[in-house]
């Protein structure tokens, strides 16, 4: 590549008007979803803005990864403060996360530095703590400190953050905490001392496929130009973050989607471009998997794929994937089984996570329901050429 080609690919289109709104730091302007947890940080930490004596409150997000905890953290701590700033509260938050941050000497230091520009040596970290309350006494402040990934450290160094209003008197501690941690990350450091000092525990479930289709919605709509991802991809993408229990896989498959398109020049994200990027990010389609399926789920599992191929759409609805499955079974001059025995295959097939299906409504009609069906994590050429190859063997006469 020389310098003009270079400059060149600096002024090609991009399909982002946001990219940074996928990243995971990103705080959002809304929150959905989450409202009830935040109702219940603001009824613990709104004392620290009303009453005069601003009490020491300690709360903690559980819950496992890709639940939104970090997110409602930053979001809950980001606007508090804009609160704070409307009623003359002078408040400081600071975030650490402690996989870069190890130790409670770590973040005391850190803050040491930056609220007196000391370095902290030669001083215990009951010292340097005690110059950074007396610092926020005398600036008239209070400080809400953000610990994340709070297992990692050690649970003596918990305690002692949770104790910092024991230690240095009620009416010196203008701190409170508010920790995050995956639960069972969590059990291994709590003990009877440890949750007497907390205040609140509040603990977040993996999001449904509504809630998913709402933030994925959001996310987009803020990431990505006009017609880049359709209503149905997302609807994909929300399956495999239900089926993953996990938001943030969602949103980084849509961030490597885009980004995928912007590398190949193109301007919309397909379903195999979804496929791929979810095989990047978490990657669960296990090949050895198809070798235990019996043959007719096999069968079952082609004509699936031979839909999604043939329509081009992100989801088959079981009755063409039925139609389907009995054109290959009649290629290879075998019996097809009853459609009660197809939806059964496919049942099994959802359970083994190599595909995913739901029930909808027909629209424009009196009655009925339909299933469709879609691939979680693996393109459907790629699973075809795999599947004709197995069928290579096992019929060749």
């Not at 649970?155 to 209003?165: S, T």
């Not at 973050?241 to 849509?254: A, C, D, L, Q, S």
């Not at 389907?324 to 001059?333: A, M, T």
Request: with cysteine; charged share 30%.
């Amino acid at each position: 590549m020389d310098e003009d080609d270079f400059r060149k690919q600096f002024n090609k289109k991009s399909v982002f008007k946001q990219l940074g709104s996928l990243d995971k730091s990103w705080v959002p302007e809304k929150l959905y979803c989450r409202d009830d947890a935040l109702h219940t940080l603001i009824v613990n930490y709104r004392r620290i803005l009303e009453e005069e004596e601003q009490p020491s409150i300690n709360c903690l997000i559980l819950g496992k990864g890709g639940v939104g905890k970090t997110c409602t953290a930053r979001y809950f701590g980001k606007n508090f403060r804009t609160v704070a700033i409307e009623k003359d509260v002078k408040l400081f938050v600071e975030y650490f996360d402690c996989i870069n941050f190890r130790s409670k000497s770590k973040i005391i230091r850190e803050l040491l530095a930056k609220y007196t520009h000391g370095s902290g040596r030669g001083y215990s970290d009951d010292e340097a703590l005690k110059l950074i309350l007396t610092k926020l006494i005398r600036d008239n402040g209070y400080m809400l400190l953000i610990i994340d990934e709070v297992h990692l450290l050690k649970p003596d160094e918990v305690l002692a953050f949770l104790n910092i209003a024991e230690t240095f008197g009620h009416q010196n501690a203008k701190l409170s905490i508010l920790m995050v941690c995956r639960g069972t990350d969590w059990m291994k450091i709590e003990n009877e001392r440890i949750l007497s000092r907390l205040n609140e525990k509040i603990q977040f479930k993996p999001y449904n496929f509504e809630e998913s289709m709402k933030i994925l919605e959001y996310r987009s709509e803020i990431a990505l130009k006009e017609y880049v991802i359709d209503d149905e991809l997302l609807n994909m993408v929300a399956q495999i973050v239900v089926e993953n229990k996990n938001m943030r896989h969602g949103i980084e498959i849509t961030r490597k989607g885009g980004l995928y398109c912007d590398r190949e020049g193109l301007e919309q994200i397909s379903a195999d471009i979804i496929r791929e990027a979810s095989d990047d990010v978490y990657p669960t389609f296990r090949a050895e998997i198809i070798d235990d399926l019996k043959d007719q789920e096999l069968l079952a599992l082609h004509g699936i794929v031979r839909t999604l191929i043939n329509n081009g759409t992100p989801f088959a609805l079981v009755d063409d994937a039925y139609e389907e499955y009995q054109s290959i079974c009649e290629g290879y001059s075998i019996e097809p089984h009853v459609k009660m025995s197809f939806r059964k295959y496919v049942r099994q097939l959802s359970n083994l996570k190599i595909i995913a299906s739901k029930t909808v409504r027909i629209e424009d009609a009196t009655r009925g329901r339909h299933l469709e069906i879609t691939l979680l994590d693996i393109p459907a050429t790629k699973l075809a050429e795999l599947l004709e190859s197995i069928f290579e063997r096992m019929f060749s006469r």
